[in-house]
């Protein structure tokens, strides 16, 4: 139990993502406004109102002679790991300046490198993705608003948004992040593993299929897979492994796409980043019959690979990006799955964590004969 304490101490929540601000605000962020207020985003909306507007006035000089009545705020939404709002300021010449304030769910940090966020998002939004970091403060960030809706999985296999999607992810992968280019997907799933093994719940029906599970399984499953990937040699990108439809905005009458939330952003392998983007197709409702099918993937790889030329890719690039991505499914539905374990004993939000837990791992153990049948033969050929 003192190890258990040691992992999940609460109180360790608010401390490292402090230490996340400070760190950020020392690593090219010294102009950068910041504020070590922390918000209680269990509140409601009216109650977490005047919290924010001091948020306001501590992070913005130009508004701390505002009272609250210049400022309104309504929630954008209330997403997975973290609460979205849009800030409304009507400043002294009478127009309104709009921003969104983002405030980290509980116990995120045990899911999410805040340091390792903060160090990307300055050079991605410099890049033109997501939207621009104007602040921080002790649990969130304030942000430039994106005047865009969220798509929705169905909208992700909508040919004109496939291709869209594709062209800007060949985008994201070019950019350089300063710092170590090693990838990090092997080593957040172990870093996953150990938390996931490592739990106890108090619900006695939660703990009986908890105990169901085999983690000396699992690692020996991380360890295979990532043997075989490894002889696939695919490149390492800054990849943003979390591309749902819900960080996906799309502005209708700009066309304008964009990725938002890079919260689990790292360098990590190309065919990952797209495979858990195809398997998003599916949604929280898992749905696997929505994965896209090889034509699908091969209309995505055109448009990823020669953006400008789609047609014009070679069929062997096509095969070869088609083994990695599809090797690569599997270890999104493995990290994935250990996510859901950590998040059913973290999380206060109302979603079967545990359920989605072996939704994940249910698909893996089903495509994993076949994905591995194909790389072994690709290799064998190659």
């Known amino acids: ?97 709009i921003i969104t304030v983002r405030l980290y769910g509980p116990n995120t940090e045990y899911v999410i490198d805040r340091k390792r966020e903060l160090k990307a998002i300055h050079y991605l939004s410099a890049a033109g993705f997501g939207a621009e970091l104007l602040g921080i403060f002790g649990n969130g960030m304030v942000q430039s608003f994106i005047n865009a809706r969220t798509l929705s999985p169905s909208d992700m296999s909508k040919p004109k948004l496939v291709a869209e999607i594709a062209r800007q992810l060949r985008k994201f992968h070019e950019v350089v992040i300063p710092g170590s280019k090693e990838p990090q997907l092997w080593n957040d799933v172990i870093n996953f593993l150990d938390k996931a093994s490592a739990l106890t719940f108090d619900d006695t029906e939660k703990q009986a299929k908890y105990n169901t599970i085999s983690f000396d399984k699992i690692r020996d499953a991380i360890r295979e897979l990532k043997d075989l990937t490894d002889l696939l040699n695919a490149p390492v990108v800054f990849a943003h492994n979390d591309l749902l439809s819900g960080n996906l905005m799309l502005n209708d009458d700009k066309g304008k ?69 599809n090797s690569f499914r599997l270890a999104s539905h493995l990290y994935w799955a250990l996510w859901g374990l950590i998040q059913a004993k973290m999380s206060p939000i109302d979603f079967d964590y545990l359920g989605y837990f072996f939704l994940r791992y249910s698909e893996y153990e089903r495509q994993k004969e076949m994905c591995f049948s194909m790389a072994r033969s690709y290799l064998s050929c190659s």
């Open 1 to 97: 139990m003192g190890a258990e304490r040691k992992i999940w101490d609460a109180n360790a929540m608010d401390v490292a993502e402090v230490e996340a601000m400070e760190e950020a605000a020392d690593d090219g962020f010294s102009m950068l406004p910041s504020s070590p207020l922390t918000l209680d985003i269990s509140l409601p909306l009216p109650l977490l109102k005047p919290h924010i507007t001091e948020l306001c006035r501590d992070l913005f000089k130009k508004w701390r002679e505002y009272d609250d009545s210049r400022f309104s705020v309504e929630t954008v939404s209330g997403g997975i790991t973290n609460l979205l709002l849009k800030v409304s300021v009507r400043e002294d010449n009478g127009d309104d300046v």
């Open 257 to 325: 796409l964009y990725f938002i939330d890079f919260e689990y952003g790292s360098y990590s392998y190309r065919g990952y980043d797209i495979a858990n983007h195809f398997n998003e197709y599916a949604g929280f409702d898992c749905d696997f019959s929505l994965y896209p099918d090889k034509d699908a993937q091969y209309y995505f790889f055109r448009n990823y690979l020669q953006p400008d030329k789609p047609l014009e890719v070679p069929s062997e690039e096509l095969e070869a990006l088609y083994i990695e991505t």
